[in-house]
């Protein structure tokens, strides 16, 4: 064989290669992000008033707590007191609580439902839970107001000094 089909040879080896490698003109990567499944509550700081020597009911500002959650079938939250007002040293002397609940704003593709937007505890009837709740029906998160009143029911009629109720938010997935 001489140098010149050798070459040749070479060249269209060289060029059968090259033109294999060149042969691809598109490609494609896929990229995926896995998001956990999240539902949270947030509750705002401890608030505290007082009365005005009143016969009115005492009302505390609307507290705005957060409910979020990314479960496609939505989540349900709860609010509920763990006791009617109670004097903090005189666990005898006590006044109903009013609770309130509603949906200031949201963003997501949820819609929010009151599902209970109002509840008294009763303490003369050993009733110290008042419970409100909200649901969505999607992923979301909503800014909710929750109201809370001091029941005076007659100004005088009972001890001076410090009451209190604890408000507690429980959400879960649909």
């Known amino acids: ?6 070459f040749a040879a070479v ?9 294999t490698a060149m042969a691809q003109t ?21 608030v505290s008033i007082i009365h005005d020597e009143s016969e009115n009911d005492q009302p505390f500002q609307a507290q705005q707590w957060v409910v979020k959650g990314n479960s496609l079938a939505g989540v349900a939250a709860s609010f509920s ?5 109670t004097h903090t040293t ?9 609770l309130g609940v509603a949906i200031n704003s ?9 599902t209970q937007p109002t509840d008294t505890t009763d303490y003369a009837n050993n009733d110290g839970v008042a419970t409100v709740a909200i649901s969505s029906n999607g992923f979301g998160r909503a800014n909710v107001d929750i ?3 001091f029941i005076t029911d007659g100004f005088g009629s009972f001890a001076s000094g410090e009451y209190d109720t604890t408000v507690t938010g429980t959400v879960t997935a649909n």
């Open 147 to 149: 109201t809370v009143a």
């Open 90 to 98: 005189d666990p005898t002397s006590k006044r109903n609580a009013q």
């Open 11 to 19: 060249a269209l080896l060289i060029a059968g290669t090259s033109s």
């Open 106 to 114: 949201s963003v997501g593709a949820a819609a929010w439902t009151v």
């Open 1 to 6: 064989m001489n140098i010149k089909h050798t």
């Open 81 to 85: 007191t763990n006791q009617a007002f």
């Open 26 to 46: 598109t490609a494609s990567q896929k990229f995926t992000v896995t998001v956990p499944s999240a539902i949270a509550i947030i509750a705002p700081a401890n």
